[in-house]
């Protein structure tokens, strides 16, 4: 089925060629984990600052403030708040989620769970790490700039995003920095799907692939197609702020020839709502994966799920208007959007019975992989089905700009990708560093990180439908919002627990990797190809090239004799 | 006994539906948008709670399936798992039928809903020429909103129109059509108290209408990111009896300032006002 | 030893594999993909300006003249011409493939003047709309065209260095890549500077 076989070539011998200008796919992987895991911190960090402000008003926060804000006795300034919002949710999006998902957990996985030796084009790979390296120190480098980073809210809307609105170098670097990173993105795609399409091991059909391989392949195709739309506004919104265009310039800032504010909107949109999709399709799919190893069943309906998650694939690419309802585009788009996007219910819910139908009857174990998978079909129940009120125009509009989306969001992508991308470091750690993190830190964790979550998310969306707008520094200069003071309150102190709750990930982590327990070859049992071969993987993954002989879900066979499970190596077990 | 206590809990959280009013006095007012103040408003809310309804019915059942699940399913409850793939016959039209009955009972039900509502109310301009209806230009800037009147001849960018600074006052009883645009950057014409909102963009005129039902003192909201200052873009809204907002329009055109701008009528502030009629 | 970038080429350096060129297609055809949607984005842009503009080109602003656009469409045809001969038989016409490389530093030479002379009728990139649309476009396209060329130098060093067969390709897909761009190039061509 490969379409070649790959050779093994000679380990390398350099501290530069082993760690740090590395081919392999393996050591790429974990770049992107660090280079993540990195940003999330500064991400969150940065959340909390936001969050601090909006609960105590006025107040210098702790330790930090002093020292980041001397103007202003620690309280975090109005202009550095929208700094802060706009800055969270770029660098949650494209330098944290993406680096762990796609890059990380897509590097390591796909050429192993395909019986690969390495990613098809193993120069573009390195290629896009280093590149992504460079755009994440454009983004930093915009943070000290005189007039400051990027303000203008991570959908920089024209025309505030123009000079008009945004003087200074930030916003540019930003517009800049995030071009260069959908380039490092778009080469990752085009080399996961080629490896996806071209490398699998003989005998591995599309529908015997792990249904992660499902999600990354997926997500890489949408990467592939709409990365490069977001790179065209992107362009034409710098060209207007460095060389005088006037393509979304109107009103005051076209001084010289108007253009149009609201194709911006739709460019980004149209990328951006394919955006969603791909950060949570990895995620959908290493969690399909994880109930069927966990509940030691067959995934149900595997096929019917990674069709499913095809079809929304597709459908993800037209339903981009719902985040313009109030913008007033033509009844005939508005009611065709809605529609568009109410189809989406339905392989959503389909993939979403599946998942219910992989743990009935199953014989549940509760490792902390498993415990963050069934976290996440409840955040991302929750999560999806408020989606609905967000598709729904008339109540849209008065959702829209509120702090329901702000919880929406961050219930499918915050919540349900994380939850996820937790799931899955979990998992595959004993693969990628060979040894065990610890599981009793793991489930404290986990639920210190259900509790804060909900709280959290829960709260924004109560918040929102009481009338909180979003992106606003200050929430009681309006009366109306004044009774919401406990509940923000609330929210902080939920995310400070949420916060708190990652320093023990973070502990257990490091430890694990310097004293945690050796891992066997396969901790999990789970038959999919990557454990078949050694832990830690040598640097060629596979000395033969695996010939897969049945699916990866082949869990409690009544007819296996010494093990409940079979490698996807061996002949299937039939009556 | 997990049935029981989830739908006693449902119940005690929907009986807050049932309550009137947003007295801060009970924490269930947190659980409902702002007064509703409009004629049409409440088709918002009550769409907000048949959706959310369905959610919980929805979300229930997903519940009850992964703690239930869980529970009864655990290993040590259940040491044998059913070995199954869910492509039987059976199995796949369960999960059909599941996809379909969502999109059926949830998502269809709230689209025609808010279709209906949509086209044939809020999308739905009222007929100059039949009724009379109270006219305002309203123009977003970094970061006040502008409000305008067409003064005693009825007609903008004369010099007799009324123009105010974050005061907004409407009556009750007529309704009230917006044109909004924007000096600057975008921004977003928000009333909470009627749920609906609109973006103000530059170089365009968007357009809104409602009709007040309770006089009163409100606020109004920008609620698209404009800037350092969108946090304190506040407008006031004031809902007079139909007399007292006579009187006062009366009054205003001696008081307050006018502003005539000439230059660029459709692009800038002060443009003619654009008839509607159905589109 | 010597270590060769992208160490799972075959190492037998005189051909190929089928396998690997099968999968060097795929992957040059994603690439396209990706390239074509940018350059899609684009175009949409442009049909939005165009079509909801009361009249085109907007008030002020007028057609620049086609002499030097029709040069550059000449020119970039011709080079994927010889291109195209060049690749049907590497070894015997490895000459027009210089001539492929001749008429990129022309096509770049073309669009400078195209610029240059825009500037000088007074059109800069604040003139409006179609200014902006006219320089952003044919800008981000020689950007492409550059990338290109720098493929296609490295194709030429490649084709020194270890000759035709290994490179079979390369060759291949980097033409893909140059016709690509000239496509990209007509279709802006008709559809900016004629229509």
Redesign the interface.
Known sequence: M??????I??EPKTFLSKYIFS?DHKVIGKQFLWYGIFFLGVGGMMALLIRWTLAFPGQAFPVLGPILFPDTNGVVP??TY?MLFTMHGTIMIFYAITPILIGAFGNYCIPLMIGA??M????LNMLSFWIAVVSGIMLLASLVTPLGAA???WTS????STL??SPGVGQTLWTLALFVLGVSS?MG???Y??TI??LRAPGMGYFDMPLTIWGLWLTAILN??????L???L??LT??RM?????FL?????T????????FQ??FW?FGHPEVYILILPAWGIVSDLLSFF??????????TALSMTAITVLSTVVYGHHMY???M??LL??SF??LT??I???S??F???W???????????DTPMIFS?GV??VF??GG??G??LA????N??L???YFVVGHFHYTMAASVLLGGFAATYFWFPKMFGRMMNEFWGKVHFWLTMLGLNGVFMGMM??G???M???????F????LQ??IP?NQFITISALLMGAAQIIFVVNFIHALIKGPKASQNPWNVGTLEWTIPTPAPHYNFKEIPVVKCGP?E????LLKDK?FQYQTEELVKA | MKFISLLAATLFVLSAYGQDSTESSSWLSLLKAPLDISVEGHRVDSLITLTTYLIIFFFVIVCIGLFGFSYYYSQKRHPVPLYIDGTSKKHILIVAFIGSLVFVLIDMQITSISNNDYMEVFNKWPDENKEEVVKVEVLGQQWAWNFRYAGADGIFNTEDDVVTLNDLRVPTGKKVVFQITSKDVIHAFSIPNVRLKVDAIPGRITRMWTEFTKPGDYSIACTEMCGTYHYRMQAKLKVYDPNDFANWLAESHSNTKHIVDQENPDIFWGWKWIVTTQN | MKTTLGYNHSTSNSSVSEGQRVVSSIGTTIALVSFAMLFVTLMMGFAIFRFTAPVWPPQGASKPALLIPSLSTLIIFLSSVAFNYFEKQPKERRKYFNVTILMAVFFLISQFLFWFNLHANGIFTSSGVFASILYSFTWIHAAHIVLAFFLLLWLAHKLEKSGIAPNQHLIKNIGLFWHFLGIVWLIMFVTIFVL
């Not at chain 1, 060389?243 to 393509?247: D, E, L, R």
């Open positions: 490969a379409f070649f076989e790959q050779d070539h000679d081919f109005p202009d929208a030796r390495d098809v084009f193993p120069t303000a203008g809210g809307y024209p025309t505030l008009l609105g778009t795609a085009v080399n799907i080629a399409i071209t592939a197609i709409f990365l490069p739309v790179g065209a506004g362009l034409l060209f207007d060389f005088g265009t006037t393509f109107a009103g005051a800032a076209a010289s020839g108007s253009g149009d504010p609201i194709l739709h460019v149209i509940a030691r069943k067959p995934a149900f309906g595997a096929k019917s109030s913008s007033q033509s009844p508005t009611q809605m529609m109410m189809t219910s339905i392989p819910a389909v979403f019975a599946n219910l139908g992989t743990i009935w009857k199953g014989a549940l174990k509760f069934l079909v409840f129940g929750l089905l408020t609905l009120y729904t125009v008339t109540t509009i008065y829209h700009g509120t109560i918040v439908h009481a009338g707008h979003r992106r606003i520094y200050n929430p200069v309006y009366e109306f009774r919401l509940l879900h869990f409690g066979n009544p409940d």
